[in-house]
């Protein structure tokens, strides 16, 4: 029998659980454009509980949730601040100007952490030249920086002082637990002073899809209509709504795991010669390493691992991302780690 497939591309090819599987099955279910799916309001509830605010909004994805969420906090013709590497800006097909019609200024970090006094240098009063800013956005984790994750006083200072000038912030917590894990407190705390925060069930959490947009109930309710405009009207949503119950209530108190899996393959990749990682020692779920030095193109290697039954991929010709999650167990990281070897040598 083949050996099956070490999966480390990201964190979204999580299969649901037999626990989830199970739930989805015997789901009470709805219309929830009527707000009459039960486990819908429910998750949504919780939700809120969880990150802390007034009112959730489960929507299919998180580029749904960030869309919807940039268009409350602006108006068009505004600008929004966010890292160089942002997934708002690299990796959802532009929605701030198609949707919100707004402009990304962008500030370049070497974590893909912002603090104020780099955003403040780029915040703009409306004048004969500029457009104003209209909100800030903040990745926590900080997906392509590696995992990285804001502490708590950074993120404090920025909602404190943008606040002071009236501009709002959003966080774009696709993997807040991730966050909440490493910091080791709970997620309502890390988003306490942020507008707003998207969050994915669908990824490390493990359900099969749907993420949540969190925030004050007159924005939740405006989100809403956004939601039903773009699509994102799906009546008996419970069904992946009571997998999300499950992903939300159960799966964060797991993701240690992840990231203890994760130090072990940074610690085993920084030993195959002509392999960087950075950074060194990631704080969440998420390897980034540099194989320039090994002579190969991250296409090659990425070839080799899957020939040898690993799956990573290259985010560029010279790096690579791994992810760790709960489909691929400390075995299957020190099996990738070996094909590492191989594929670098080979
Ligand atoms: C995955 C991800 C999203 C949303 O992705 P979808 O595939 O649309 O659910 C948003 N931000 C970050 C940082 C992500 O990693």
Not at 23 to 50: H, I, Q, S
Not at 74 to 84: D, K, L, M, S
Not at 120 to 148: F, Q, Y
Not at 310 to 322: D, Y
């Amino acid at each position: 029998m083949p050996e099956p497939v070490i999966d480390l591309r990201s964190d979204t090819v999580t299969r649901p659980t037999p626990e989830m599987r199970r739930a989805m099955f015997e789901a009470e279910v709805g219309d929830d454009v009527y707000r009459e799916d039960p486990t819908v309001n429910t998750l949504e509830e919780r939700t809120a509980a969880v990150l802390g605010k007034e009112a959730a909004l489960f929507v299919p994805t998180g580029t749904m949730g960030n869309t919807i969420a940039i268009k409350c906090l602006t108006r068009p013709g505004q600008e929004v601040i966010c890292e160089a590497r942002g997934h708002l800006l690299n990796y959802e097909l532009s929605m701030t100007a198609w949707f919100s019609n707004c402009l990304i200024r962008s500030i370049q970090t070497t974590d893909g952490i912002l603090t104020w006094p780099m955003i403040e240098r780029e915040v703009r009063p409306l004048g004969p030249h500029a457009a104003e800013t209209g909100c800030i956005e903040i990745e926590n984790t900080h997906n392509m920086a590696g995992g990285t994750v804001y502490a708590q006083e950074v993120i404090d200072e920025i909602c404190d002082r943008a606040h002071e000038r009236g501009i709002p912030v959003h966080m774009d917590g696709a993997r807040v637990f991730n966050a909440a894990a490493a910091a080791g407190r709970p997620a309502s705390q890390i988003c306490a002073k942020v507008d707003t925060v998207m969050c994915c069930l669908s990824k490390a959490l493990g359900a099969p899809a749907g993420s949540m947009l969190a925030g004050p109930k007159n924005l939740i309710d405006q989100g809403r209509l956004y939601r039903k405009r773009l699509g994102g009207g799906m009546r008996q949503a419970g069904i992946l709504a009571a997998a999300g119950l499950i992903a939300l209530e159960r799966m964060p108190l797991r993701l240690h795991e992840d990231h203890l899996n994760a130090r072990l393959l940074a610690s085993g990749l920084a030993a195959i010669p002509g392999i960087l990682v950075e950074p060194e020692i990631p704080a969440t779920n998420i390897v980034i390493f540099d194989v320039s030095a090994t002579g190969k193109s991250s296409q090659e290697i990425s070839a080799a691992l899957k020939a040898r039954g690993v799956l990573i991929n290259g985010i560029n010709a010279t790096s690579m991302r791994a992810v760790t999650h709960y489909d691929v167990d400390r075995r299957g990281c020190e099996t990738a780690l070996a094909a590492l070897g191989e594929a670098v040598a080979a």
